[in-house]
């Protein structure tokens, strides 16, 4: 399978020093009330997308995350289940995956198709599977968002990632435009729903003369790892190599098996 | 373009398993409990349509119950076909496993020793995967009350695509302290029952339900001709009057089902009893439904099952067909529109080309069209 993509855009935390929420206030003069941290995260990246590329109100829109709204679940766990009160509207509102979507295809102008979905496992990879399965079909293009929230204390996201207490874990938001069409496009990303297991993973990348980009939880392998964890951060590495007009092949890894993108620039 | 096919199709419901369900709406022999909901405002003692054993909210007894559902179609797969089916679930549950986490490290006096395993809201689907020997492909969506709709239209995107051969879409909506509280503070709860699209409307009663279809290209009597999904709509939590954004999704949903208005045998419609959705939802049906359609509301038998509903009320419409009926609409005595009023009897029909309506907040709306075929 594959895809073309078109732009992107990409923020991390430990690379930019910016308080998104006074940045969409701003910047971009967006109103932020009634949102949260993941919310505003997301509608960031999307506004980068923007600045970047021509967005069609028919673009499809999916966004995917390793965790999800994780501030609005930790402060109401606080203030329902240990002080017992009850649930503000808005609070419950933004418990709802498609909230964030909601906002994001607010702030992108688009009015399609919008999903929220999470994978136990190779989140964007799968996401990258469904929107090739779904323009397909629909023929039109499509906008991915990946989104990974720290909250603090960073342990419970640890806890929940299945990661050593030791690991740092950062926020990112990364999107891609992506399209079966390769006019003007940066680059071509490919992917398969089949996993790997690590005897064939090795033959793949020993055949291969593309640099080679290992996500942190590939750990039987002797390869280049990505610096940080976040679990969408295929997606940013992706847009990595994309900004520098290099080829990547990049391995994930979850539960002994494995799955791969093979980026080529066209740039 | 590979067509899509419903080839299996199991419940659970307030009333009970499909055979039990079908047998309560048939017979309006409908069950219907009560919980106390607690808002900052009010405590209100609420009709809720909640399973008959309760299945409590903690990851173990959820497991437990998708699972039940999940296998009772999956045991009539054997081990190849079980290898290339996907499986998708439709959720707005809320993530109990980072709850456990934050309970686990951000209260000193609850504390316990550091340690962590990957999860996620798939996490269920992935160990029904793991367990049974389905594909490695896993994923839950999240979009409200569209959940397992959207994840249904998904399912079929891989099945015409070719990625894999069956495709296995489950419903969740298990009773939830926060989700229920939430809908109380919004005021959009009734006190006696519901009534869609009645002048006397006063809002829905939520609702448990697990339901399993499984999409194939290999061929069943019902079809899923095509649907469409739109994040459109004026606010977070509202639609407009007029229900454009209603009408849209539904004539796309025509369109990507190459079909007419005219083929359209019967509408099976969200019909949340809400005074602001079924207004938008009747004025949207006057606009693509001009002529008429026969029409009804499956709330009043089970509840709003929020996530679940996509897949449940797929699944008890398929079957009420199967046995010969469009099920009635149940407490609309005082119709909005003289017009265009839903089914007050059950209708004789074996087949025929049909749309189910799902619409949500955030504004997401799903249409999804099915048809049976003449046997």
Redesign the interface.
Known sequence: MKLYIKSYSSYRSDKEDIDVKKELKKRYKLDTRRQDGFIHLGVFGAQRLKEESQIDKHDELYITTGIGNIDVLQRTHLYVCKEKNSIKPYDFINMLGNTTSYYIAASLGVCGKTIFQISDNFTFINSLISIYASINQSKKDAILGSIDLVNYPDEVIKRVLGIDEDVEVISSVNYQKLSLCSKNALAEVEFDAKTHSLDEIKAILNDNNTKILLSMRCNNLDYETYDKFFETAASCAINSYIKKAQDLLYVDCFEDKYKILRLKSLS | ?TKVYISDYEVLSSQGDLSQTIDAIKNKNIKISKKII???IQTIDAPYFLFKDEIKENKDEIYGAIRDIALKIISKLDVDERKSTALIIGT?I??L???H???????EDERTE??????????Y??AIANEFGL??????????C?SSA?AML?GA??I??G??EKVLVIGVEIYSA??S???S??NLLSLESQKPFDNNRDGLILGEGLAAVLLTKQYAPWSLMGG??????IN??SVSEDGGEYVEVMRNALK?ANISVKDITALKTHGTSTIASDLSEINAMKVVFESGVVFSALKPYIGHTIGACGTLELAIFLSSIDNGFIPSTLSCSNPMLKKYTPLSTHKECNNGVFMLNYF?????NTSVIVKKEQV
């Open positions: 373009m607690t808002t900052d707005a809320v993530d496993n980072i709850a986490a934050i309970e686990s490290c951000v209260y550091y340690s962590s395993k990957k999860y996620s809201i798939d996490s689907a992935k594909n490695d492909f896993t994923m839950s969506i999240n979009t409200a569209t959207n998904e995107n891989f015409n695509g990625i894999f926060m989700m509280s939430g809908f503070a919004m469409f999904c739109n994040c459109n709509s977070i939590t990507n949500g907040f955030g504004g997401n």
